[in-house]
């Protein structure tokens, strides 16, 4: 079955410090999804980004970079320069299509606060 | 205008009482899910249908009910409500694909308080 561990419950930084949020996953599938989600203290959840298994090219979006290692297993996040308004819950997915049905795990979550 | 709404966004009920929390999307999309939120346990899938004439227990169905009333609208209902179903409550949409991996969407959540 698939798994998404989040080891890191909590991190706390202070403000303009790099942070990585670990993220790393378990399946039986060689075709599936990646995602990250951030949640802020308002609830929503906001989608951040979406990596395939066959796309291992690591992807920068301004501050945020994502690091996909398939021999490891682990999909990471890193925030460069931290903001106090990257303090949010960041939840890291997994999709897989198993039976011709799509499922999102959803791992439980990493709490980062920046402190300014 | 939000594409995927929730109503209520809060409810306070009591034990035993019968609730029913509302999701309706204008994304156009065929797939719904319902999700709990509980601290530490991350979001856990409740229900989830692919289209309308479609309905598939999750990991945690238990207690829970759900009706697709049309592609736009996924209801789901706590026929006797008890105090561990407090938790907030997230309504999600995708697209039908033929390829998986589309983001799911995800409405602003209710806040659910069985007393």
């Known amino acids: 079955a698939q798994k998404v561990t989040q080891a890191q419950t909590e991190i706390s930084v202070v403000e303009k410090e790099d942070v990585t949020l670990d993220c790393v996953y378990e399946?039986?599938?060689?075709?599936?999804?990646l995602f990250w989600y951030k949640q802020p203290p308002s609830g929503e959840l906001v989608f951040l980004i979406r990596?395939?298994?066959?796309?291992?090219q690591n992807e920068i979006s301004g501050r945020y970079s994502w690091n996909f290692q398939k021999s490891t297993s682990s999909f990471n996040f890193t925030i460069t320069a931290s903001q106090v308004v990257d303090s949010a819950v960041y939840f890291c997915?997994?999709?897989?299509?198993?039976?011709?049905?799509?499922?999102?795990?959803f791992g439980t979550g990493t709490r980062l606060t920046i402190i300014p | 205008d939000a594409d995927v709404t929730q109503t209520p966004r809060n409810r306070i009920t009591k034990t035993g009482k019968r609730i029913m929390l509302e999701c309706s999307q204008t994304?156009?999309?065929?797939?719904m899910y319902w999700y709990r939120q509980d601290p530490g346990l991350g979001l856990r899938l409740i229900y989830y249908?692919?289209?309308?004439?479609?309905?598939n227990k999750g990991e945690i169905s238990d207690g829970y009910s759900v009706s697709r009333q049309a592609q736009a609208k996924f209801s789901l209902s706590l026929e006797s409500a008890i105090p561990n179903q407090t938790a907030l409550y997230f309504c999600?949409?995708?697209?039908?694909?033929?390829?998986?991996?589309?983001?799911?969407?995800f409405g602003p959540g209710t806040r659910l308080t069985v007393l």
């Open positions: 999600a949409t995708s697209e039908n694909a033929g390829l998986a991996g589309h983001e799911q969407f």
């Open positions: 997915a997994l999709s897989e299509t198993f039976g011709g049905n799509e499922k999102l795990t």
């Open positions: 990596r395939n298994s066959f796309d291992e």
């Open positions: 249908s692919f289209d309308v004439k479609d309905i």
């Open positions: 399946t039986r599938d060689t075709t599936y999804y």
């Open positions: 994304k156009g999309h065929d797939r």
